[in-house]
């Protein structure tokens, strides 16, 4: 097994992540630091360590849904310095390492795909796949029926075209001065929503992920998990070609 694969199913999360971790010289194999991803390891004999720590293959794989709140980072690291709440800190004493499957940003709430299958985390964000996500926004101003039409037809930001697979209005904000739409997308660069939202001058004030794919977001109050079902889980390998038991 390739060293980046066994990483990945050893949940230090989908292979670019890991792949990080091997150039920054934090993995020895049998006590030598290594320095390729394609490095073959045999986990019945080979001693694999991440920091010191004796990496080992999970019993079995596990899949959560995690609610995150608004101003939280999508993080499994420590980070130096930074005192802000992160991902890792509602999962300090699960018994099994775990990561986020993509990013959501510190100022976006909703829907967080937490497992240690690093084949379906990649396949997941994978543009190939184009695994669609639904989002609900509350943008500043009124948006009206035709500048609906014209988001539902695109836009070019600085990193290439987006073209929404939906966009529907909701609701006036409470005041009547902002408007809550739900857009569903399959494309993941970097905070695409609210770049999207940006280029027709309605800037994204809150932002909630409510599903990826099959996977729903539903009543999970804000900071909590639940294991995802047999089916949920089916259906999202399915999605993306894989089999169970894969």
Same mark, same amino acid.
């Given at each position: %097994?390739?060293?980046?694969?066994?990483?990945?199913?050893?949940?230090?999360?989908?292979?670019?992540?890991?792949?990080?971790?091997?150039?920054?010289?934090?993995?020895?194999?049998?006590?030598?630091?290594?320095?390729?991803?394609?490095?073959?390891?045999?986990?019945?004999?080979?001693?694999?360590?991440?920091?010191?720590?004796?990496?080992?293959?999970?019993?079995?794989?596990?899949?959560?849904?995690?609610?995150?709140?608004?101003?939280?980072?999508?993080? %499994?690291?420590?980070?130096?310095?930074?005192?802000?709440?992160?991902?890792?800190?509602?999962?300090?004493?699960?018994?099994?390492?775990?990561?986020?499957?993509?990013?959501?940003?510190?100022?976006?709430?909703?829907?967080?795909?937490?497992?240690?299958?690093?084949?379906?985390?990649?396949?997941?964000?994978?543009?190939?796949?184009?695994?669609?996500?639904?989002?609900?926004? @509350?943008?500043?101003?009124?948006?009206?029926?035709?500048?609906?039409?014209? %988001?539902?037809?695109?836009?070019?930001?600085?990193?290439?075209?987006?073209?929404?697979?939906?966009? !529907?209005?909701?609701? $006036?904000?409470?005041?009547?001065?902002?408007?809550?739409?739900?857009?569903?997308?399959?494309?993941?660069?970097?905070?695409?929503?609210?770049?999207?939202?940006?280029?027709? !001058?309605? $800037?994204?004030?809150?932002?909630?992920?409510?599903?990826?794919?099959?996977?729903?977001?539903?009543?999970?109050?804000?900071?909590?998990?639940?294991?995802?079902?047999?089916?949920?889980?089916? @259906?999202? @390998?399915?999605?993306?070609?894989?089999?169970?038991?894969?």
């Amino acid at each position: %097994m390739r060293l980046n694969r066994f990483l990945s199913y050893a949940g230090f999360g989908a292979r670019r992540k890991v792949e990080e971790l091997i150039k920054q010289q934090r993995v020895t194999v049998n006590g030598e630091v290594v320095d390729s991803p394609a490095v073959d390891v045999d986990p019945k004999k080979d001693v694999v360590q991440v920091d010191g720590e004796r990496v080992r293959l999970p019993k079995k794989f596990v899949y959560l849904l995690f609610n995150k709140p608004q101003s939280v980072l999508t993080t %499994m690291e420590k980070v130096e310095g930074d005192r802000r709440t992160t991902v890792r800190d509602f999962f300090r004493k699960y018994p099994v390492r775990i990561f986020p499957v993509g990013r959501l940003d510190y100022n976006t709430e909703g829907l967080l795909l937490m497992t240690n299958d690093g084949e379906l985390a990649d396949r997941l964000m994978h543009p190939r796949y184009h695994v669609p996500k639904t989002y609900i926004a @509350k943008v500043k101003g009124r948006v009206t029926p035709a500048e609906i039409e014209r %988001m539902k037809k695109g836009a070019k930001l600085e990193d290439g075209f987006v073209k929404p697979l939906s966009i !529907k209005y909701l609701k $006036p904000s409470r005041t009547g001065k902002n408007t809550y739409l739900e857009i569903t997308i399959d494309v993941g660069r970097n905070r695409i929503v609210r770049r999207f939202f940006q280029r027709f !001058k309605h $800037p994204v004030l809150k932002l909630k992920r409510i599903s990826i794919g099959s996977l729903k977001l539903g009543n999970l109050p804000r900071g909590y998990y639940r294991e995802l079902t047999r089916e949920e889980v089916e @259906k999202l @390998k399915e999605a993306v070609g894989l089999k169970e038991g894969d």
